[in-house]
């Protein structure tokens, strides 16, 4: 596939990196500096390039959007048209000192995202873990019992897509159903969060849901 990232930072420079690595064709877009965008491209050691969001849109089978909530309007002006488009978000909709929701209970980031981009396909994915955990996932693929990654929304073809990038970056994709289930996922992703920097154990965490036999 062809995925356009939409914030090539902890979460989008990682993760753009991984899907080169699984042989997808990748455009990083939107960081402060260029050359930093050309450094990803070229580290990533696969089939990627730099761009602008709107190079990265324009032929893009996904984007994933990864970017502060407060960037979110600003780098999809600079994307253009993003119609029909599957739009794989795991940007969480926090306030400006990454304290808290600025969207929660009655609503979420994704649903205020698919309300924004209506012509779009939100799928929310990847927002409930942590950057650093990532390339070890990546690097443990092959291995049993890869951890859990939830993920939601209400188009079943950008479902997926979004699924089969989870299963690339290594993680066992977990559909949690459709897009206001977010307001679930969000909250919990802050968990995530408190869990992999708030203790002792580090940021290196992932979650495995288990279905026990009766
Ligand atoms: N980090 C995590 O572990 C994590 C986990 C789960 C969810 N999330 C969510 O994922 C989203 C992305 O988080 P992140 O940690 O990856 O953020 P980040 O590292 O700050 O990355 C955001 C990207 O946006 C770029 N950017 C910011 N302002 C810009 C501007 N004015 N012009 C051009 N580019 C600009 C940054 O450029 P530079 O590269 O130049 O800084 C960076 O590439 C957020 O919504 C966050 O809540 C993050």
């Given at each position: 596939m062809q995925i356009g990232i939409l914030g090539s930072g902890l979460m989008g420079?990682?993760?753009?990196t991984?899907?080169?690595?699984?042989?997808?064709?990748v455009?990083?877009?939107?960081?402060?500096?260029?050359?930093?965008?050309?450094?990803l491209a070229r580290e990533a050691q696969g089939n990627a390039r730099a761009g602008t969001p709107v190079d990265a849109a324009r032929d893009a089978?996904?984007?994933l959007l990864a970017v502060h909530w407060s960037r979110v309007?600003?780098?999809?002006?600079?994307?253009?048209?993003?119609s029909n488009k599957v739009i794989v978000s795991c940007s969480l909709p926090m306030n400006a000192d990454n304290t808290d929701l600025v969207i929660a209970h009655t609503s979420s980031g994704a649903e205020a995202l698919a309300k924004k981009l209506r012509r779009a396909r939100v799928v929310s994915a990847f927002g409930t873990v942590p950057s650093e955990?990532?390339?070890?996932?990546?690097?443990?693929?092959?291995?049993a019992n890869r951890p859990s990654l939830v993920y939601c929304g209400d188009d079943h073809d950008a479902k997926d897509v979004a699924a089969t990038l989870i299963r690339d970056v290594g993680f066992d994709p977990v559909d949690a159903g459709p897009l206001r289930i977010a307001r679930h996922m969000e909250p919990f992703a802050l968990l995530v969060a408190q869990?992999?920097?708030?203790t002792d154990g580090g940021p290196e965490l992932a979650y495995r849901f288990e279905r026990r036999a009766k």
């Amino acid at each position: 596939m062809q995925i356009g990232i939409l914030g090539s930072g902890l979460m989008g420079g990682k993760l753009g990196t991984l899907f080169a690595r699984a042989g997808h064709d990748v455009v990083f877009s939107y960081a402060r500096s260029e050359e930093k965008l050309k450094r990803l491209a070229r580290e990533a050691q696969g089939n990627a390039r730099a761009g602008t969001p709107v190079d990265a849109a324009r032929d893009a089978d996904a984007l994933l959007l990864a970017v502060h909530w407060s960037r979110v309007d600003d780098v999809l002006k600079q994307a253009g048209n993003v119609s029909n488009k599957v739009i794989v978000s795991c940007s969480l909709p926090m306030n400006a000192d990454n304290t808290d929701l600025v969207i929660a209970h009655t609503s979420s980031g994704a649903e205020a995202l698919a309300k924004k981009l209506r012509r779009a396909r939100v799928v929310s994915a990847f927002g409930t873990v942590p950057s650093e955990v990532l390339f070890g996932v990546f690097e443990a693929k092959r291995k049993a019992n890869r951890p859990s990654l939830v993920y939601c929304g209400d188009d079943h073809d950008a479902k997926d897509v979004a699924a089969t990038l989870i299963r690339d970056v290594g993680f066992d994709p977990v559909d949690a159903g459709p897009l206001r289930i977010a307001r679930h996922m969000e909250p919990f992703a802050l968990l995530v969060a408190q869990l992999a920097y708030e203790t002792d154990g580090g940021p290196e965490l992932a979650y495995r849901f288990e279905r026990r036999a009766k």
